[in-house]
């Protein structure tokens, strides 16, 4: 999200503390949030604020959504240039998509900091399982001064501080 960026957050409930946003560059107001209880509704306002160029994304969190109305997401982020990104809990329920990337984020524990357990840096195995024209890949990150670092690069420096 650049500074003047503006994203729609289109949830099911209010689960996100939004000022949190901030430790990632994003501030709080760049997020217009709309709560849906039914995917029927999200769908439609996901579909219509991606035709929206003024926006810089587009988020929805989704139970299910089928491959016709995947398609007519990849054609309006094709048409507007809008980042779209869809967020499902259902892992067990993935169907096929015309989406141009798959991704699957789990969050994984911090290391420990000065001996103190779960004070470290905020850590994701993140699954690159599909993607056009691309291969797909696995890592582990780290969030560390303002940006997402690998941790094996990580646990290399701090074995070299060391010695």
Partial sequence: MQADGVCVWIG???????????????????????????????????????KCPGLTAVVAELREMDFKQSRRFQ??????????FVLRNASAKLSSTACAARW?????????????PGLGFMRWQVDL???????????????QDGQFVPV??????EE????
């Fill in 104 to 116: 699957q984020v789990k969050s994984l524990p911090s290391t420990e900091m000065n001996g103190l």
């Fill in 152 to 157: 094996e690069e990580n646990r290399q420096q």
């Fill in 12 to 50: 099911r409930e209010k689960h996100l503390f939004a000022p949190a946003l901030a430790t990632f560059g994003v501030l709080p107001h760049q997020i217009i949030f709309i709560n849906l209880p039914k995917d029927r509704d999200a769908l439609w306002v996901m579909e219509e604020a991606l």
């Fill in 129 to 143: 399982l599909k993607v056009r024209n691309g291969q797909a890949g696995s890592w582990s990150l780290e969030w």
């Fill in 160 to 163: 070299r501080q060391v010695s």
């Fill in 75 to 84: 054609l309006a982020v094709e048409h507007s240039r809008v980042t779209g």
